[in-house]
């Protein structure tokens, strides 16, 4: 029986109660009909008001979830947005209208693809009507394209795709939006960067204790070495003997004041040649103002005598 009374939570609180009236019970032996019916009804009185303040902790529960989920909803860092099998935006949190530039407002009941840039709007209606199909295979998708904001702005996003449906609702599509411009432009530079750093110039980055990280390959033709021979190696690889301590002394010291050097320099190719060449060294600082690479490009003077004089 208690096992069946501790897993039985009225009679849990009919418990608690009895307790809490233990000294206004009745004598059974010389209790009156009225002082027993009394006494039930005080008890079941003390057993509402428990299963009241229950209700009322479990209702305060119940609202401090519902509001830390609408804060991450609505205040999230990616848009969230609803579009239905018509094409119209059905929800939507601030992020999202945010992302698109109009009062959320305003935004129910759009056409979510006037906010796809016109060289995207085929691409987004493909793949809308795959997803949103009876036949479509899948239910997520992920991609990339254009959205363009009532200012005339366009920024690249990222749309995370999911098909959601029930029983008693038609198809809609969930779509989580990140706005990735900043992305799409450092992929731009690194592109840039890889193309200027495979050009004529003899090019070799190191780290901020002058280990090799990174040749290319007008470096590996000028020098003789490999990427593999001279990774993990420092520029001493490339040491010609021709040049006292001292000199090496005044450069550093110069790099770590200005912040670079250049000047011509003896260095000795892989099968022992020793050659002239300008080299430029520049150093690459952080955020926080320390050094975090060298890149150093060095230019045959042998072959272009008119650098460096």
Request: charged share 25%.
């Amino acid at each position: 029986m208690n096992k069946q009374h501790e897993s039985d939570p009225r009679q849990n609180l009919r418990t608690e109660a009895e307790k809490l009236v233990l000294s206004l019970s009745p004598k059974e032996t010389t209790a009156q009909p009225e002082e027993i019916l009394l006494h039930e009804l005080l008890v079941h009185k003390i057993e509402l008001e428990m299963q009241n303040e229950e209700l009322r902790r479990a209702q305060a529960t119940i609202e401090e979830a519902r509001d830390r989920y609408v804060d991450l909803f609505e205040f999230a860092p990616v848009g969230y947005i609803t579009v239905t099998r018509d094409g119209l935006i059905s929800e939507i949190n601030l992020t999202g209208a945010n992302l698109l530039g109009i009062d959320r407002s305003k935004l129910l009941n759009r056409r979510f693809s006037q906010f796809v840039a016109p060289q995207d709007k085929d691409r987004w209606y493909r793949l809308f009507l795959s997803m949103m199909t009876i036949s479509a295979k899948a239910d997520k998708q992920a991609f990339d394209m254009q959205i363009l904001n009532p200012n005339g702005s366009v920024f690249y996003a990222r749309l995370n795709c999911l098909r959601s449906e029930s029983v008693n609702t038609p198809p809609c599509l969930r779509i989580a939006i990140t706005d990735i411009s900043k992305i799409k432009e450092i992929e731009n530079e690194l592109r840039i960067i890889s193309a200027a750093f495979e050009s004529q110039q003899s090019i070799f980055i190191t780290d901020n204790q002058n280990i090799i990280l990174k040749v290319n390959q007008a470096f590996t033709k000028m020098t003789g070495y490999s990427e593999f021979e001279a990774i993990g190696q420092t520029p001493k690889l490339l040491n010609s003997g021709r040049h006292n301590p001292a000199f090496f002394a005044a450069m550093n010291e110069t790099v770590n004041r200005e912040g670079g050097w250049q000047g011509e320099i003896w260095n000795r190719r892989k099968n022992g040649e020793v050659y002239l060449v300008w080299l430029t060294i520049t150093a690459i600082y952080g955020d926080d103002g320390v050094v975090l690479h060298y890149v150093a490009t060095q230019t045959d003077i042998q072959q272009t005598p008119s650098l460096g004089k």
